[in-house]
């Protein structure tokens, strides 16, 4: 597993041991911060 896969696992660990109604803006920031890292990748692949 790579450094990258071990962060983003702890993350989502952070953000499952959060009370319930807290989950879904963890998950909604993680998202939002990986959809626009794949954004930054498409650009720069050009």
């Known amino acids: 597993m790579s450094e990258t896969e071990d962060g983003l ?11 319930l109604s807290q989950r879904a803006a963890g998950f909604e920031q993680l998202h939002d911060e990986l959809l626009a890292e794949l954004q930054r990748g498409d650009h720069g692949a050009s």
């Not at 696992?9 to 009370?19: T, Y």
């Open 9 to 19: 696992l702890g993350r989502i660990e952070l953000i499952e041991a959060q009370p």
